[in-house]
């Protein structure tokens, strides 16, 4: 019998992430084709890419998948696959980051004004579309829609005192508090993840592009900001995890695999280019973003 969610470890979890990206999104582009996250321009990233899913497919006993997504839905795909590993993951870490959290890969268009640090963007945007003439000022895409939100709901006041009186509705105390449920009805965005099956430069810019937007256009505290990617470059993964005040960290689906990938092809710049970002800790493995969102 397979263990459950509440039983599997870390290995387990991550494992059947791999298997579930082999499955659906990791596969030739072609009989003979590059690997459907490589650059089939680039020599290195077809290698490195090919060294990869020998090496996932070996590791999960699964073959890569044989009809490919269409290049529409692939990023869905890999959003929602991803979504799944980190709430499996997280759940099994409740007991240091306790809360009632929700996990969403939901594209409404709402976007981030569901959430009380951005609730304010959904007025601005009404206003926008009042009066037009007012975009070349105040600038426009405020209601961006990330891949994951990580968000938790308010605390009764019944939960806050449950280990002794500590708040009274009647007091003029705590009363902009966000996390009580008495004063605050929607959810606290934790965290917004960009999911990047590949990394070109047009992605890489409108990660940073999102990252800033959720900085600069908060009313409350800063929500982890955060790329998951299953790209095999590491000079490509630079253009999006190199340098630092935009995005906290860029996670790699396969950090092991792909530093395995890269040590098998015997290139130096792309290996001094990977060491660089995983020393210079702007780079880490998926299995380490369950515990950053811990933190």
Same mark, same amino acid.
């Given at each position: 019998?397979?263990?459950?969610?509440?039983?599997?470890?870390?290995?387990?979890?991550?494992?059947?992430?791999?298997?579930?990206?082999?499955?659906?999104?990791?596969?030739?582009?072609?009989?003979?084709?590059?690997?459907?996250?490589?650059?089939?321009?680039?020599?290195?990233?077809?290698?490195?890419?090919?060294?990869?899913?020998?090496?996932?497919?070996?590791?999960?006993?699964?073959?890569?998948?044989?009809?490919?997504?269409?290049?529409?839905?692939?990023?869905?795909?890999?959003?929602?696959?991803?979504?799944?590993?980190?709430?499996?993951?997280?759940?099994?870490?409740?007991?240091?980051?306790?809360?009632?959290?929700?996990?969403?890969?939901?594209?409404?268009?709402?976007?981030?004004?569901?959430?009380?640090?951005?609730?304010?963007?959904?007025?601005?945007?009404?206003?926008?579309?009042?009066?037009?003439?007012?975009?070349? *000022?105040?600038?426009? !895409?405020?209601?961006?829609?990330? /891949?994951?939100? %990580?968000?938790? $709901?308010?605390?009764? #006041?019944?939960?806050?005192?449950?280990?002794?009186?500590?708040?009274?509705?009647?007091?003029?105390?705590?009363?902009?508090?966000?996390?009580?449920?008495?004063?605050?009805?929607?959810?606290?965005?934790?965290?917004?993840?960009?999911?990047?099956?590949?990394?070109?430069?047009?992605?890489?810019?409108?990660?940073?592009?999102?990252?800033?937007?959720?900085?600069?256009?908060?009313?409350?505290?800063?929500?982890?900001?955060?790329?998951?990617?299953?790209?095999?470059?590491?000079?490509?993964?630079?253009?999006?995890?190199?340098?630092?005040?935009?995005?906290?960290?860029?996670?790699?689906?396969?950090?092991?695999?792909?530093?395995?990938?890269?040590?098998? *092809?015997?290139?130096? !710049?792309?290996?001094?280019?990977? /060491?660089?970002? %995983?020393?210079? $800790?702007?780079?880490? #493995?998926?299995?380490?973003?369950?515990?950053?969102?811990?933190?």
């Amino acid at each position: 019998m397979p263990a459950t969610i509440r039983d599997q470890k870390l290995s387990e979890l991550r494992t059947q992430y791999h298997a579930k990206i082999l499955s659906k999104l990791l596969g030739r582009r072609g009989p003979a084709g590059a690997f459907s996250n490589a650059d089939s321009g680039s020599k290195a990233s077809k290698e490195i890419a090919e060294r990869m899913a020998q090496r996932l497919s070996a590791q999960t006993h699964n073959s890569p998948c044989r009809k490919l997504p269409s290049e529409q839905t692939l990023g869905n795909v890999f959003a929602r696959l991803t979504e799944e590993f980190l709430e499996a993951a997280f759940r099994r870490l409740h007991h240091l980051r306790p809360g009632d959290w929700v996990f969403s890969t939901s594209q409404d268009t709402k976007g981030i004004s569901r959430h009380h640090q951005y609730e304010h963007l959904a007025q601005l945007e009404d206003l926008l579309r009042q009066h037009p003439e007012l975009r070349s *000022t105040l600038g426009g !895409d405020y209601l961006i829609t990330p /891949d994951i939100t %990580v968000s938790r $709901r308010p605390v009764s #006041d019944q939960e806050i005192n449950r280990r002794g009186d500590f708040v009274d509705g009647s007091e003029q105390l705590a009363n902009h508090a966000p996390l009580r449920e008495a004063v605050n009805k929607t959810t606290i965005l934790h965290a917004s993840i960009s999911c990047k099956w590949t990394i070109r430069s047009d992605r890489a810019q409108n990660t940073r592009t999102e990252a800033l937007n959720l900085i600069r256009n908060r009313k409350g505290k800063v929500p982890i900001v955060a790329a998951v990617t299953f790209e095999p470059l590491p000079t490509r993964l630079a253009s999006i995890a190199l340098g630092t005040g935009d995005l906290d960290c860029t996670y790699h689906g396969a950090l092991n695999e792909l530093a395995a990938a890269v040590d098998g *092809t015997g290139n130096p !710049d792309q290996r001094e280019m990977l /060491d660089t970002l %995983v020393h210079g $800790r702007r780079l880490r #493995d998926i299995s380490d973003l369950p515990f950053d969102l811990a933190t």
